[in-house]
């Protein structure tokens, strides 16, 4: 009797938390709308939504915070979670966007340096 007892209680907890885990729900920011390359992230281009822990990206952005003011390297659709490897840094920061042949502050010009000869 106390085994049986023993027994439906740890499955009983188990069953808990397995459930508990179903019912997870993690909060992410995605594109209120299509976000074009080069463009400086504001607050209106982004919203927050809440999803099942296992439809998060790894590497979502949890809050606006973390890329408002920043420059969008790759498109990003309307909906899409919004990724962290998406970004440059912030504007004000070194970056400049590619293939335009201006380079970052403090960075050498190969063409200029003895070792790009």
């Known amino acids: 009797m106390g085994l049986a007892l023993v027994v439906s209680v740890v499955t009983g907890l188990y069953f808990y938390n397995y459930l508990l885990h179903l019912n997870r729900r993690l909060e992410v920011v995605v594109a209120a709308r299509d976000i074009p390359q080069f463009s400086v992230v504001g607050n209106n281009m982004l919203r927050s939504i809440t999803l099942p822990a296992e439809a998060v990206h790894p590497a979502a952005i949890k809050r606006k915070e973390e890329v408002l003011g920043k420059a969008v390297l790759y498109p990003i659709a309307a ?8 970004f440059s840094v912030a504007i004000g920061e070194a970056w400049t966007p590619p293939g335009t042949g201006a380079r970052g502050k403090g960075l050498p010009d190969p063409d200029q340096s003895p070792a790009g000869r």
């Open 79 to 86: 909906g899409e979670q919004v990724l962290s490897q998406r």
